[in-house]
């Protein structure tokens, strides 16, 4: 019921991280409890709908399932420009 | 181009409770006890309320934030009863208030001026569950013309609360709800559950709930 909330504070959380690399997102892992009351395919809509929006660029969010209540932002895939790195 | 995976394995809850910590920190250094009143809708938390606020406004002085998620109208109706401040947070469609809600609303409480602070929570008996305010406690509301399994099919709010109010029991004889009943269930659910039972259309149906307030409440300078 609150997945909208917990959508938009993963986003707030990756905006934090990621600053101005934010539109190179392209993944987003979630971790949520089997007993965390969320309701996941619920969740990935909300993100995905979010996730459209400016600063990011369409990023996949990626759900992942585990025992507990526990409810955390796992991971965040973004492309790097390798030619910075050179 | 690349593809590079940051771990981050950080709980989505964090920054809630980072806040809700903060507003624990200002109510316990003003000395003010904040109860989180949580129920489904329609069990009469604004009516206790209203009643409290009706038969404690001349001893004690008590602050109330409420959460709806749209309208005033349970702020409305409490500030007919007190002089002390009820503060409105519409959640505009949130299903829950969240901690960031409470330690804006605290801005406008006069906490030195506070004995006892309640937070009328979005009738819910889900979301608000997850979401910690800084609140003292959950009290957790339980009318008797809801069902008697409601613990055990909102297992996590029963989980968390410290108490359990019985509302409406002057409908018990026109309703089949089995208080024992409701209370074993509540018990195997959460052991350490302690329960109230209130009328609020009763005259006497109050003074178990009022005797809980005076017992918790700051202990002020009289008003």
């Avoid at chain 2, 009738?123 to 339980?142: M, Q, R, S």
Wanted: hydrophobic share 45%; glycine share 6%; charged share 25%.
């Amino acid at each position: 019921m609150h997945e909208m909330s917990v959508a938009l504070e993963v986003c707030r959380m990756a905006e934090e991280r990621l600053g101005q690399d934010a539109s190179r997102l392209v993944a987003v892992g979630v971790s949520v409890g089997d007993d965390a009351g969320i309701e996941p395919e619920n969740l990935a809509f909300c993100l995905e709908a979010l996730l459209e929006e400016p600063p990011f660029e369409g990023a996949e969010p990626r759900i992942l399932r585990e025992p507990g209540d526990g409810l955390h932002l796992s991971y965040l895939e973004i492309i790097d420009d390798d030619s910075s790195n050179d | 181009m690349t593809v590079r995976t940051i771990d981050v394995r950080e709980r989505i809850m964090a920054k809630n409770d980072e806040i809700a910590a903060r507003v624990r920190a200002r109510l316990a250094a003003a000395g003010v006890p904040a109860f989180n009143l949580v129920s489904s809708p329609g069990s009469g938390k604004t009516l206790l309320l209203e009643r409290t606020l009706a038969e404690l406004g001349s001893e004690m002085r008590i602050a109330i934030v409420t959460g709806d998620v749209q309208t005033q109208n349970d702020a409305d109706r409490l500030a007919r009863h007190t002089d002390q401040l009820v503060q409105a947070v519409v959640t505009n469609g949130a299903c829950h208030l969240d901690a960031r809600q409470i330690d804006t609303a605290l801005d406008a409480v006069d906490l030195a001026a506070t004995d006892l602070l309640f937070i009328e929570n979005v009738g819910n008996l889900v979301c608000p569950a997850g979401w910690d305010l800084g609140e003292t406690a959950k009290i957790a509301l339980f009318s008797v013309t809801e069902g008697e399994d409601k613990p055990e099919k909102y297992p996590k709010m029963f989980r968390m609360a410290h108490w359990v109010v019985f509302t409406k029991l002057d409908l018990l004889p026109h309703v089949p709800f089995s208080l024992s009943r409701a209370v074993d269930i509540a018990r195997a659910i959460n052991p350490t559950l302690d329960f109230l039972m209130t009328s609020a259309l009763d005259p006497v149906g109050m003074d178990e709930w009022l005797g809980f307030c005076r017992a918790h409440a700051r202990r002020g300078v009289p008003v």
